[in-house]
């Protein structure tokens, strides 16, 4: 757990749809124990300390490619700081320096 | 191009600075933020967002909004969302429509005014989100009125009630209050406390309710402007975090700012989401109190503040008196609600056994403080108020806090007048800039003093009935409440 807040989750809430259940896909292949909840309409997705989306990753369950932009159509909350948004990688994390996942080789 | 440079390009280079004119005719003393910074050249915003393309993705949000709503009229749904909920949006909309477009003209104030050019192009089209969010809920209106039998209220209605009625004196001095700060201050008030704690109450928790209750257009609504908070939230958290980290300087006023909006947040929403969540769905999916504890407790005080107590940022003072005030809140609005229910254009109704049941189980101590109330109420007991409630001279709703029996009034005495306060969090606001706040003139008072009941009625809105008069003309003897000084 990361010693920089008193309660270490990372999460995001999304509008239930394909986009929403590609990303959640995606995150559940890195982190199986994410905690997925669905309320009317939306998603909540929670995870301890970080949170990493991988573009690539999003568009092979969506079948089509993915501009990590428009997250911001279906993110309605998070918790967390944005410390990463390019074309690659969408970081959430309370370590307001992570910058991310190192690329795969 | 890479993005990042073009980036840079149109926010730096737009900027100048002022050879012409004098830094106090360029930015009035006024406006100008008490906050420090080495540099404001070198703040960035997190989002970093190029405006082709904003322009873009808001485009496709705006299509899938108009997009629900026209399925809503072509196959029903809207005309069959459930009354209930729609007297909900009798006051919820009502007072979002004026709030979000208060909240414009408050970024516009900032994209003008704030030191930083990265902040004031984030404003900017910030401005132009709150715009967006006004309008969104003037079509939901419209769709009320024109499909749903519930006799949705009409425009020259709507900004009376804002206006006038005591109900949305809350709502209205806090938007007042907050477009009238210094430009950060407007920053941490908006972005860091409203956004990032708060707004998530009203924009997921509340159309969680609505889908629940079969309004899709209000719940497709909510989520996309939702979707636009999760970039004001960034700013505001950055924000706070370089002006925290450059100079200690700002520690005071940051804090000062964090509770004073914390408070002023706390008791808007208690008071008008409470009863959205807790009272007008007949489906309710989350209880006010448990979206408090999600949103407020756990994501701002447990994450941003304790992340943010590494610069010396501290919980925000009143916190304790808002944990405190969750479990009776907005049992204690709705039976002032009930109490004053002749005086309110919208459906105030007595909880049904299934209603009762939800909230003891939502609210261990619901029988032992309002069972009595309802029970009463069953067995015909009137519980009409005779007179307009007592307004607190800050958050204007009424000193009917933590609950009725134990209600409180603290006065303050300022140059010759006695101010009175629901609570500690309103008096200490009102020490702290009581020369902000010492011309407010509540409704209340005012009705009270020497005017007749058809006058009061006029001045409300509202027939015996119940139903709006349908009227914008004030009656003799009216002044606004709260005057606010010319913004640009």
Same mark, same amino acid.
């Given at each position: 757990?990361?010693?920089?807040?008193?309660?270490?989750?990372?999460?995001?809430?999304?509008?239930?749809?394909?986009?929403?259940?590609?990303?959640?896909?995606?995150?559940?292949?890195?982190?199986? %124990? !994410? &905690?997925? @909840?669905?309320?009317?309409?939306?998603?909540?997705? +929670?995870?301890? $300390?970080?949170?990493?989306? %991988? !573009? &690539?990753? @999003?568009?092979?369950?969506?079948?089509?490619?993915? +501009?990590?932009? $428009?997250?911001?159509?279906?993110?309605?909350?998070?918790?967390?700081?944005?410390?990463?948004?390019?074309?690659?990688?969408?970081?959430?994390?309370?370590?307001?320096?992570?910058?991310?996942?190192?690329?795969?080789? | 191009?890479?993005?990042?440079?073009?980036?840079?390009?149109?926010?730096?280079?737009?900027?100048?600075?002022?050879?012409?004119?004098?830094?106090?005719?360029?930015?009035?003393?006024?406006?100008?933020?008490?906050?420090?910074?080495?540099?404001?050249?070198?703040?960035?915003?997190?989002?970093?967002?190029?405006?082709?393309?904003?322009?873009?993705?808001?485009?496709?949000?705006?299509?899938?909004?108009?997009?629900?709503?026209?399925?809503?009229?072509?196959?029903?749904?809207?005309?069959?969302?459930?009354?209930?909920?729609?007297?909900?949006?009798?006051?919820?909309?009502?007072?979002?429509?004026?709030?979000?477009?208060?909240?414009?003209?408050?970024?516009?104030?900032?994209?003008?005014?704030?030191?930083?050019?990265?902040?004031?192009?984030?404003?900017?089209?910030?401005?132009?989100?709150?715009?967006?969010?006004?309008?969104?809920?003037?079509?939901?209106?419209?769709?009320?009125?024109?499909?749903?039998?519930?006799?949705?209220?009409?425009?020259?209605?709507?900004?009376?009630?804002?206006?006038?009625?005591?109900?949305?004196?809350?709502?209205?001095?806090?938007?007042?209050?907050?477009?009238?700060?210094?430009?950060?201050?407007?920053?941490?008030?908006?972005?860091?406390?409203?956004?990032?704690?708060?707004?998530?109450?009203?924009?997921?928790?509340?159309?969680?309710?609505?889908?629940?209750?079969?309004?899709?257009?209000?719940?497709?609504?909510?989520?996309?402007?939702?979707?636009?908070?999760?970039?004001?939230?960034?700013?505001?958290?950055?924000?706070?975090?370089?002006?925290?980290?450059?100079?200690?300087?700002?520690?005071?006023?940051?804090?000062?700012?964090?509770?004073?909006?914390?408070?002023?947040?706390?008791?808007?929403?208690?008071?008008?989401?409470?009863?959205?969540?807790?009272?007008?769905?007949?489906?309710?999916?989350?209880?006010?109190?448990?979206?408090?504890?999600?949103?407020?407790?756990?994501?701002?005080?447990?994450?941003?503040?304790?992340?943010?107590?590494?610069?010396?940022?501290?919980?925000?003072?009143?916190?304790?008196?808002?944990?405190?005030?969750?479990?009776?809140?907005?049992?204690?609005?709705?039976?002032?609600?009930?109490?004053?229910?002749?005086?309110?254009?919208?459906?105030?109704?007595?909880?049904?056994?299934?209603?009762?049941?939800?909230?003891?189980?939502?609210?261990?101590?619901?029988?032992?403080?309002?069972?009595?109330?309802?029970?009463?109420?069953?067995?015909?007991?009137?519980?009409?108020?005779?007179?307009?409630?007592?307004?607190?001279?800050?958050?204007?709703?009424?000193?009917?806090?933590?609950?009725?029996?134990?209600?409180?009034?603290?006065?303050?005495?300022?140059?010759?007048?006695?101010?009175?306060?629901?609570?500690?969090?309103?008096?200490?606001?009102?020490?702290?800039?009581?020369?902000?706040?010492?011309?407010?003139?509540?409704?209340?008072?005012?009705?009270?003093?020497?005017?007749?009941?058809?006058?009061?009625?006029?001045?409300?809105?509202?027939?015996?009935?119940?139903?709006?008069?349908?009227?914008?003309?004030?009656?003799?003897?009216?002044?606004?409440?709260?005057?606010?000084?010319?913004?640009?």
């Amino acid at each position: 757990m990361s010693t920089k807040v008193q309660r270490s989750v990372v999460g995001i809430e999304l509008m239930a749809g394909e986009e929403c259940d590609a990303i959640v896909s995606a995150v559940l292949d890195d982190i199986p %124990h !994410a &905690s997925v @909840v669905q309320v009317p309409g939306m998603v909540q997705l +929670d995870v301890p $300390d970080r949170l990493v989306i %991988h !573009a &690539s990753a @999003v568009e092979t369950y969506l079948g089509r490619e993915w +501009d990590t932009r $428009d997250l911001n159509q279906v993110v309605s909350a998070y918790r967390g700081y944005f410390t990463r948004w390019d074309e690659e990688q969408v970081v959430l994390s309370w370590d307001a320096e992570d910058r991310g996942d190192a690329p795969n080789v | 191009m890479k993005p990042a440079e073009q980036y840079q390009r149109l926010t730096h280079s737009l900027h100048w600075d002022p050879t012409y004119v004098s830094e106090d005719a360029y930015i009035p003393e006024e406006w100008r933020t008490s906050c420090t910074m080495p540099d404001w050249k070198k703040f960035n915003d997190p989002f970093q967002i190029l405006f082709e393309d904003y322009v873009r993705i808001q485009a496709e949000k705006e299509d899938k909004f108009h997009a629900v709503r026209d399925a809503g009229a072509r196959f029903g749904h809207i005309g069959r969302v459930d009354p209930r909920w729609v007297e909900a949006m009798k006051s919820f909309n009502t007072a979002l429509t004026y709030s979000e477009y208060y909240n414009y003209r408050g970024h516009v104030r900032v994209a003008r005014f704030a030191p930083a050019p990265a902040i004031r192009i984030a404003s900017m089209v910030q401005a132009m989100d709150e715009r967006r969010h006004a309008e969104e809920a003037i079509y939901q209106a419209r769709d009320y009125v024109k499909h749903h039998k519930s006799g949705f209220l009409l425009p020259r209605d709507r900004i009376t009630f804002f206006e006038r009625h005591w109900y949305f004196q809350g709502d209205r001095s806090f938007f007042e209050d907050l477009i009238t700060t210094d430009p950060i201050e407007a920053i941490i008030g908006t972005n860091l406390v409203f956004e990032t704690a708060f707004t998530n109450l009203l924009f997921i928790a509340a159309p969680a309710a609505g889908v629940a209750n079969g309004d899709y257009g209000f719940g497709q609504a909510h989520m996309t402007i939702q979707s636009d908070e999760t970039r004001h939230m960034a700013l505001g958290q950055a924000v706070a975090r370089a002006m925290l980290q450059n100079d200690d300087m700002n520690l005071e006023l940051i804090q000062d700012w964090v509770d004073k909006w914390f408070w002023r947040c706390h008791r808007l929403l208690l008071a008008v989401v409470g009863p959205v969540l807790d009272y007008f769905p007949k489906v309710k999916p989350i209880s006010y109190r448990e979206a408090f504890q999600r949103y407020v407790v756990e994501d701002f005080i447990q994450g941003y503040v304790s992340e943010l107590s590494q610069f010396g940022l501290k919980p925000p003072r009143h916190l304790d008196q808002a944990l405190s005030e969750l479990e009776h809140g907005s049992h204690t609005i709705w039976r002032e609600l009930y109490a004053s229910r002749k005086s309110l254009w919208f459906d105030v109704h007595q909880p049904t056994a299934e209603d009762i049941e939800w909230m003891n189980e939502k609210y261990p101590s619901f029988d032992a403080v309002h069972g009595d109330y309802w029970r009463a109420v069953a067995d015909g007991a009137d519980m009409q108020a005779d007179s307009l409630p007592m307004i607190c001279d800050i958050c204007h709703f009424p000193c009917t806090f933590p609950e009725p029996k134990t209600a409180v009034a603290l006065p303050v005495d300022y140059e010759g007048d006695r101010y009175w306060f629901c609570s500690e969090g309103c008096k200490w606001i009102f020490e702290r800039e009581a020369s902000k706040y010492k011309r407010t003139i509540e409704p209340s008072a005012l009705l009270l003093g020497d005017k007749d009941p058809a006058w009061v009625a006029q001045f409300l809105n509202i027939s015996p009935d119940g139903t709006p008069l349908g009227g914008t003309a004030a009656p003799e003897g009216y002044f606004p409440a709260m005057p606010v000084p010319a913004t640009i």
